[in-house]
Structure formats: structure tokens, C-alpha cells
């Protein structure tokens, strides 16, 4: 029997939601050198993969967090699944800006959310987990206390797990590189001989140097 994150890491595959790309890397916004590029709002037009994703997200909140007030989706490729989630749960949602709305109440935080409520916020995707934790920093400044982070998948790097420790916010994800990488290889995505150099990504992407490849969207 297949475990949940290599269950959903074929299904991100198989709808090309995870690209694979050793030998032709990406290279990401950030100027880093890739062999995968992800777009979790890919599964929103799958509803098959859709509501899986709905229901794992949830699962892990009603068995981890039972006494969460408010689901926060983090913008904007987690708005949708958020939203999702927390109507699934009949819990209040609101979604994090990455930058205050530039008009009219210059919001961070669109919806109402009150200091003291627990909130759980909904990510899509966690790489360095900066973005992650400056959306939890800003309810945290609204007052409200984040008990605790859930995200479709991760790419688990070092640094991203050390961040999340120093900001004493738990990450649940429901699926994994590592799991990913053992599914590619099963399905044929990848050759058994692509796992060392997507490993040696992974432990250190920012120094990664491999043959220039094409600008990922």
C-alpha cells in the first residue's frame, strides 16, 4: 500500500503540476538553478486531485489542530485551497497579502480575523519558507496566535525546517521531495541515476551549478 505523500506526489506528477528537469534545469525567479519546478494551483483544475488535496489538508487540521478558530490562506496560490479547507471544516477564512493592498485600507490580512484566535494557516508550497513566515508574522501582528502551518508539499530544505524551528511554528505537509523523487523513479519520470543530483539539490539549491535551462513561468 502506497503511503499519502507518495500517493499525491504521482498525482502532482502525473498532471505536471511537479516538473522534472535534471539534465535541463529551471532557473527560478530568485536566480536558482533548478531540476524542479511546482505549481500547485495546476491541481485546481483536477477535481479529482482538487478535493484529495481538500480533504488530506483538512484531515491533518482537525487531527492536529481541533481547536483552530480561523483557517488563513497565504496568497496567492493557497487562496483557493484555504478557502476550500476551511468550508470544509465550516471554519471563518481570510487570506496574507505578500505586501499591504496599495488602495483603500491598505490591507495585509483581507477577511476578519480578532487578537486571541487560533489560527492555521494554508500554504501550496513551502521552498525556503520565507514567504511562509512572513505571512504567519503577519497574523501574528493582528494579534492572533498561529498554532500551527499545513501545506500541500515541501521541498524540505535544511534551511527551511531550521527557519520554522527558530519561529516555533509546527509544518505539516502532506506530501514531500523525498517522496516525490521515490515516486519519479517508480514511474519512470526520472532515471535511478537523476536521484544523486536532485539530492545534491536539495542540500544545497542555492550553490547548485548545473547547465543553463529554460526560464520556468
Known amino acids: 500500500m502506497k503511503n499519502l505523500d507518495q500517493l499525491l506526489a504521482e498525482k502532482l506528477l502525473k498532471i505536471s503540476a511537479i516538473k522534472l528537469q535534471p539534465s535541463i534545469p529551471f532557473v527560478w525567479a530568485s536566480g536558482w538553478n533548478s531540476p524542479i519546478y511546482t505549481d500547485n494551483r495546476q491541481t485546481l483544475s483536477y477535481p479529482d486531485v482538487?478535493?484529495?488535496?481538500?480533504?488530506?489538508?483538512?484531515?491533518?487540521i482537525a487531527e492536529n489542530y481541533p481547536e483552530a478558530?480561523?483557517?488563513?490562506?497565504?496568497?496567492?496560490?493557497a487562496i483557493a485551497q484555504g478557502?476550500?479547507?476551511?468550508?470544509?471544516?465550516?471554519?471563518?477564512?481570510?487570506?496574507?497579502r505578500s505586501t499591504p493592498k496599495d488602495h483603500g485600507l491598505e490591507n495585509l490580512i483581507e477577511g476578519n480575523i480578532k487578537p486571541g484566535q487560533k489560527v492555521v494557516i494554508v500554504e501550496d508550497l513551502v521552498s525556503t519558507g520565507k514567504s511562509s513566515l512572513k505571512a504567519a508574522q503577519a497574523v501574528r501582528d493582528a494579534g492572533a496566535e498561529?498554532?500551527?502551518?499545513v501545506a500541500i508539499f515541501t521541498y524540505e530544505f535544511p534551511q527551511a525546517a531550521e527557519a520554522f524551528k527558530k519561529a516555533g511554528i509546527e509544518l505539516l505537509t502532506i506530501s514531500n521531495y523525498s517522496a516525490m523523487v521515490d515516486a519519479a523513479v517508480k514511474a519512470n519520470y526520472i532515471k535511478a541515476s537523476d536521484v544523486e543530483t536532485l539530492k545534491q539539490w536539495r542540500?544545497?539549491?542555492?550553490?547548485?551549478?548545473?547547465?543553463?535551462g529554460p526560464l520556468a513561468p
Open 146 to 149: 498561529v498554532i500551527g502551518m
Open 69 to 77: 478558530e480561523v483557517i488563513a490562506g497565504v496568497a496567492t496560490g
Open 83 to 96: 478557502a476550500l479547507v476551511a468550508d470544509t471544516l465550516s471554519l471563518p477564512f481570510v487570506y496574507i
Open 203 to 212: 542540500e544545497d539549491p542555492a550553490n547548485w551549478v548545473p547547465n543553463q
Open 50 to 60: 482538487r478535493n484529495f488535496i481538500k480533504v488530506e489538508l483538512s484531515r491533518l
